[in-house]
């Protein structure tokens, strides 16, 4: 059980590692059409994980509550959708080929701020593995084994073109390949931290479980609409990232489905 618990929560840190580990051996940056495709990708994960693992759960979880059982996970997305707002407005972040910061004034540098983009919207997904894990610890019927791990995985194989896509223009701005590493794989440590607080705080709040679900579910949805959506339309040849998007959306439906 423990062991399963530890791949599961640093499963989709070492994602990012892998990820931000190309810029030690790819000379030139990702193209755009890459960085669309592989935004894409992530983004029909995060949709997927969000609907499979963690928006249908929480409902079968408030099934009780007869026509009812839709509540808990209304109430959770919404706090999810506004604790992110909250987030954006008041942490400065760049998010990728931005000219112009979000969040408050800051002397910051750029580069800084766009790991601070790519470490805000990792805090829900560390949230979601460690609800998950915690709804699987606490014997939930409606969370397996399989379930947690697919959510990990999963997670872990859209960090994956996140990692390369934070540390490779990192590079092309001066960094050092090694530092462009280090801050590529930091950008990730919110992930496993996140998780672990999670797995603490919901196995003290075990009734809230469909709430806090729904909450991670929320919280992921708001990166996907406010962030990725917009990055892997911009262009020409915006179907690329549809298709992609589709095409994460499936892995991750199948991984749920295969897994649990």
């Known amino acids: 059980m423990r062991h399963e618990l530890l791949v599961g929560l640093l499963l989709p840190f070492l994602g990012t590692a892998l990820g931000s580990g190309c810029v030690l051996f790819m000379k030139r940056q990702l193209g755009k059409g890459v960085q669309r495709a592989l935004t894409g990708f992530a983004s029909g994960v995060m949709v997927a994980a969000s609907i499979w693992s963690l928006i249908i759960p929480a409902i079968e979880q408030s099934s009780d509550k007869g026509k009812l059982s839709f509540l808990p996970a209304v109430i959770g997305f919404w706090c999810g959708i506004l604790f992110l707002l909250l987030l954006d407005s ?36 560390g949230m979601a593995v460690g609800i998950v894990y915690a709804g699987f610890l606490s014997g939930s019927a ?39 590493f280090a801050e590529g794989v930091l950008s990730g440590a919110v992930e496993p931290v996140g998780a672990i607080l999670t797995v603490i705080f919901a196995g003290l709040f075990l009734p809230a479980m469909p709430y806090l679900m729904s909450f991670a579910a929320g919280a992921m949805l708001y990166v996907v609409v406010e962030e990725l959506i917009p990055e892997m339309s911009q262009g020409e040849h915006s179907n690329t990232g549809v298709l992609m998007f589709s095409a994460g959306f499936t892995l991750m439906m199948t991984l749920d489905v295969a897994l649990s």
């Open 90 to 125: 008041v942490i400065p972040h760049l998010h990728m080929d931005a000219e112009k910061a979000e969040g408050p004034p800051s002397k910051l540098t750029r580069t800084t701020m766009m790991v601070l983009a790519v470490t805000l919207h990792n805090i829900p997904e």
């Open 142 to 180: 409606e969370v397996t084994s399989g379930g947690a791990f697919a959510l990990a995985l999963g997670i872990a194989i859209q960090n994956f073109p996140e990692g390369a896509i934070i540390s490779m223009p990192l590079y092309a701005n001066g960094k050092s390949k090694a530092r462009a």
